[in-house]
């Protein structure tokens, strides 16, 4: 029975124009995004490479240099490009791509791709993510809507009822006819992404294994669409009314409820304005040392107990040049005010984060994307650990060059300039991404609500069984 259905019910979507001219829109649509993708990806880590070598070779080339001159000269952190970004481009397009490295501040992200385009940009992009997230969905509806509406419709139902029609089986066929050729049309696409990535050299490290997590995700949501349409069909009179019913839910799943959740969210949890926050930073760096201002009360403070830990009278007696020390004390105390404002924002957002996903109960699109995101490390979380990545190399940058010059000069010495070999034994600024075990562990919040979903779905589908 389960075969015979399966084999009818797909008789019939390859046998329906609609589907066939839907089925190659939508494979028209995910092979041109992807490949869109591919070029991006790898205009995009071109440009990053060149970057990366350029940006090295100007700070190696300083030439002779104070080293305090060297710091406000500054460097810059760049993000690199993932490979599953060719999948998902999450939020790479609207967080900055670089990160400008100097002393006594703090920068942000800046040079997003979003900032550089025009108004069309609105409409949206053709991407996989778009696709995989907004048109399989409809697909669905379309294939799916009147899967038992026609049975009513036709008068088949009856038929099938008088020859001891096994509703359980029945619905299988049903359903593995609309399951197997759309989660088929997405493992060619993440087939052909992942042979793609693959066969692309110096572009990150791919992994097949984050690839298939990802399938797995998308092929859960697909699920649980068909089944809640399924079963939409099986309570509605007719095929118009489940129609209308099917796309309803698209449109509060998919488009009203990311949005709500969101300006949800943003409300109980907002940021302060950019003046606000950079009002708050001064406000707390006036409140401690100062490194350029050896006359303020800090820096007085500060030279009594270097006096005393080392047992001299005078600041010429130290070891070290005490202008230079002074400054690093200043960069410390700088570098703990930000840390403590830019936490304050780290903490609004992950209390954004946690409201967002408690409201992830009202649709499955909102887990799956938070999870496409976070597996193809395009997702806020990865940005937020970059800037802090970028930042702890700020700090040991600044150590460096202010060790150097506190060991290497005496008091007043502000003359003194660093070998031109110096630069060159500064590490290079290098990010590693969480791994796919740790993306999975904290998103277990995400995977629950989802694997609800899941089974919530499921258990409509017994429901629109008994109703058949």
């Known amino acids: ?23 190659l829109i939508v494979m028209v649509l995910l092979g041109s995004s992807v490949w869109i993708s591919a070029k991006r990806y ?18 190696d080339n300083q030439g002779e240099k104070n080293p305090h001159s060297a710091a406000h000269f500054g460097t810059y952190a760049f993000k690199p490009k993932y490979p599953l970004s060719l999948i998902d481009q999450g939020v790479d397009k609207y967080a900055g791509t670089s990160i400008f490295l100097e002393a006594h501040n703090r920068n942000e992200a800046q040079f997003s791709a979003a900032a550089d385009q025009t108004g069309l940009a609105r409409f949206g992009e053709l991407t996989p993510d778009f696709v995989l997230l907004f048109m399989v969905p409809l697909l669905i509806i379309l294939l799916a809507y009147n899967v038992f509406t026609k049975e ?5 139902l009856t038929l099938l009822k008088s020859q001891g029609l096994s509703r359980v089986k029945w619905f299988t066929g049903k ?40 399938f797995l995700v998308y092929a859960a949501y697909y699920m649980v669409f068909t089944n809640v349409v399924m079963f939409i069909s099986s309570r509605a009179r007719k095929s118009g009314t489940a129609l209308v ?19 949800f969210a943003e409300n109980e949890h907002p940021y302060p304005s950019r ?6 930073v001064a406000e707390d760096k006036k409140q401690g040392l100062d490194g350029h201002n050896p006359w303020s009360k800090e820096a007085k403070l500060l030279e009594q107990e270097v006096l005393k830990e080392y047992g001299v009278d005078s600041l010429h007696q130290l070891p070290f040049n005490f202008d230079a020390y002074r400054m690093q004390k200043g960069e410390e105390h700088e570098a ?5 404002h830019y936490n304050y924002l780290k903490e609004q957002y992950k209390n954004q984060s946690k409201t967002y996903r408690s409201l992830a109960v009202i649709s499955p699109f909102l887990p799956t994307r938070f999870m496409s995101m976070a597996i193809a490390h395009t997702d806020y979380n990865i940005h937020w650990d970059f800037a802090d990545a970028a930042e702890e ?54 995977t629950a609500v989802l694997s609800l979903w899941l089974v919530g779905s499921f258990v409509l589908s017994l429901l629109s069984i008994k109703r058949i």
């Open 1 to 23: 029975m389960i075969l015979k259905t399966f084999k009818k019910e797909l008789k019939e979507i390859t046998r329906d124009g609609r589907a066939r001219i839907a089925f």
């Open 42 to 59: 790898q205009d995009t880590n071109k440009e990053y490479q060149q970057a990366l070598s350029s940006e090295r070779a100007m700070w």
């Open 152 to 156: 009513r419709e036709m008068g088949t």
């Open 175 to 214: 359903w593995l006819a609309l399951m197997v050729p759309i989660l088929s049309l997405t493992l060619v696409v993440f087939i052909l992404a992942g042979l793609v990535l693959s066969n692309l050299k110096d572009f990150g490290e791919f992994q097949w294994s984050a690839l298939g997590v990802l």
């Open 245 to 263: 019913m099917s796309l309803s839910l698209w449109i509060l799943a998919c488009l009203a409820a990311p949005k709500a959740a969101s300006n």
């Open 275 to 280: 003046q606000e926050f950079l009002a708050m």
């Open 336 to 340: 703990e005010v930000y840390f403590k």
């Open 393 to 446: 190399y700020r700090i040991l940058t600044q150590k460096f060059l202010n060790d150097n010059f506190a060991e290497n000069s005496k008091l007043g010495e502000w003359g003194y300039q660093a070998d031109a070999s110096l630069w060159q034994e500064l590490p290079a600024f290098e990010y590693d991404p969480p791994e796919l075990q740790q993306i999975v562990s904290d998103n277990r919040g995400n």
